[in-house]
């Protein structure tokens, strides 16, 4: 059930980070994806870099990985986790020069991974974009969003 | 005239920060743009703590800027550059729920400041979903895309 | 009761992080002030700003929160924490022109956050000097202090 | 000649980077200090530590000179810059028990580092106060202000 | 009984971040050494430094301590880790120009702190390197190696 | 010709960032190397791991390319560089199972990049280490040493 104003706000609108001392960590998962469309040579040169030595997407699998330890630093109000784990797969679409991007991320904590697993996905495209910004300048990323959460109060999540 | 391969990829496929002794720092700007779809309840959420207090699109428009000066942090293969300006504007747009992001960021520099820009515009954008994921966890990121840039050797580029 | 020692520095005088394995977390929290004393118009502007945008405080407090979290990377003894809150109220003086901080921090940990509370102070006053910094180099930050803490083997502290 | 409004908001009072294109680098210097005073028996301490080991106060020294390299990281519209030297010095008061601190950052850039030595005295103060807060919880740090400035268009400011 | 594979890769190769959701956290120590071997006069300018006023080795012992702190951020795939306790001792030794390096690390978590001993002794190291290199530019670090580890599934480990 | 004391401390023993405001800056390249001995099995695991999808090594060669960008956060007297070029080899060696690590940075600025280098070449034999860690245990990292440097008033060096 939504809440009716934004948490991150106090009641003279002031931004501040939620208390959640009184929550008991949980096992939380949140599932995030992103993409990055590009011209058919630029997706060429990207994914032939993956078969034969694997660099190009891989760069852009462990930034992801790595933004998402840096999430509390990015998002102002994030609270610093523990993250459990984090995975970033780039799968090569197959109906048009994309690649689509599902980050994974769990924590046995107070608070959600939600911005996490989107802070992954969103660098590993970033990421991509700089890979091959010599090829193609007209990339589009995204649409990002949250695909899925589970734990927590606020209960569980699946894009539909 | 874009290259025919990666270029932060040697000839053995192996990720690399390119090389840029040899060019001379110019006047560089990068433009990029982001946006943020949600429900109408979260909209208004968001954009009446703007007219009352500004602290939530303030706080994404800050958290875009600083995480300007992170992108080579996040972007393994960035060069560090002293940014001369980052600015991020946000708007609400007037056709539907949505908030639409402009990163501009100039540099005098020897590499372009492409990635800085989509970094602030995205890292903004996911600071707004921070804000406002209690009300609408469905809320989708982007485009994110290059607006235009100008300076240095690779020459002017206009989205179009 | 206080130690009769530095407690970061071993038997040879040598700086170390503490050894807290043995102690068990509860709930602890710190709260710190800090001010700034700026010239009536340094002040006037500062506060003007805040009550039609709210940028310059609201700028100072997402300073303070956000370097709240990164104490253990500044204190070089200090160990990292997953804060459960981070609260900076900044409030305009009523007998000068000064702006009073107060930084609140609590966690669920092994050690105190008084080093968390009294940084977010310092590096809200910090911003607010970059502010106005245009207008009057002359500011005065400070006293910066600890208000109080609770929890903890070494007892509650409030100032008197 | 102060300027009448805060330069880093813009006319719609946002906050941003201001833009620093148009500046030439020039030689800039900026010493700021603080102090911190103390109960005469963690004063003590301290400063015996220094005197058989150095590690109390050259731990404060280290971790302000280390700080003074991150403002533009803790302060959020900073911009970066490469600094060429960073000086602290910490001296025990003669009148009080109290540690003087003085920080110098100089640089060639398009902007003053009056914000990296006021950021470099202030988590020398803190550092210390991390060191000896298991004697002494009422230590006052501050207060912190800019001594000098010279360089840039500006002029130079010296504290009377 | 060391397994078959490397477990930060997954079963196509990638590299991701092992989920350690499923286990308890346990108390884990790991200690770890380097050395720095140098000409006689870098040592006796080094030695001589510390037993005067400590800052040579005392920087190079706090920089340790602050790298093990940063040891997620530096190896891509360590989970962040709230560490109980760093140490660094440096030894000079008595059968050559040489600085022997010991760091204990100590945790109650999911996973060893093997890394974070690792980097702190090699950035302690380092940092000597660097205290010394105008004196002497052909300094040898190493061997690094794991000296022992305790805690964990995999049981303990001790260097023959 | 090496000078006669440790440039980064000054009269009175006390640690600081050297002053190179009186410095041009001018193309100064470092080269170091690093190396890291496992078991056969361990180094069939890793180097396989390449040959089939370059994870391993590549995440040990962006490791060692990130770090040295974060080499002045790291070691606490180092200035803040802007880098031209980090490139990171790994090959394995043909007499043992070893993994030889290269590194070389270059910038145009006022110091010379040698820790950079040295902490590139460190930074990845150490997430070797960690990506192999569940095979061997007693592996050795280094010797880790300068191999050369150009560029600067001290002149250059090759390791003989």
Same mark, same amino acid.
């Given at each position: 059930?939504? #809440?009716?104003?934004?948490?991150?706000?106090?009641?003279?609108? #002031?931004?501040?980070?939620? $208390? &959640?001392?009184?929550?008991?960590?949980?096992?939380?998962?949140?599932?995030?994806?992103?993409?990055?469309?590009? !011209?058919?040579?630029? @997706? $060429?040169?990207?994914?032939?870099? $993956?078969?034969?030595?694997?660099? +190009?997407?891989?760069?852009?699998?462990?930034?992801?990985?790595?933004?998402?330890?840096? !999430?509390?630093?990015?998002?102002?109000?994030?609270?610093?986790?523990?993250?459990?784990?984090?995975?970033?797969?780039?799968?090569?679409?197959?109906?048009?020069?994309? @690649? $689509?991007?599902?980050?994974?991320?769990?924590? #046995?904590?107070?608070?959600? &991974? #939600?911005?996490?697993?989107? !802070?992954?996905?969103?660098?590993?495209?970033? !990421?991509?974009?700089?890979?091959?910004?010599?090829?193609? /300048?007209?990339? &589009?990323?995204?649409?990002?969003?949250?695909? +899925?959460?589970?734990?927590? /109060?606020?209960?569980?999540?699946?894009?539909?």
């Amino acid at each position: 059930m939504p #809440e009716d104003r934004l948490t991150h706000l106090n009641e003279q609108g #002031e931004a501040n980070m939620v $208390d &959640v001392s009184g929550k008991a960590p949980t096992k939380r998962v949140a599932k995030a994806q992103s993409s990055i469309t590009m !011209t058919q040579a630029a @997706f $060429d040169a990207v994914n032939q870099g $993956d078969l034969k030595k694997g660099d +190009a997407l891989g760069t852009a699998r462990l930034a992801g990985i790595m933004a998402a330890k840096k !999430t509390s630093d990015l998002i102002p109000l994030c609270h610093p986790l523990m993250l459990n784990k984090v995975e970033v797969e780039i799968t090569p679409a197959s109906d048009a020069p994309r @690649f $689509d991007i599902n980050a994974t991320v769990s924590v #046995e904590g107070k608070t959600g &991974v #939600e911005m996490e697993a989107l !802070t992954a996905a969103s660098v590993a495209a970033l !990421t991509l974009y700089d890979m091959a910004k010599a090829l193609d /300048k007209a990339m &589009v990323i995204g649409p990002t969003e949250l695909v +899925a959460k589970s734990g927590g /109060k606020s209960g569980d999540y699946q894009r539909s």
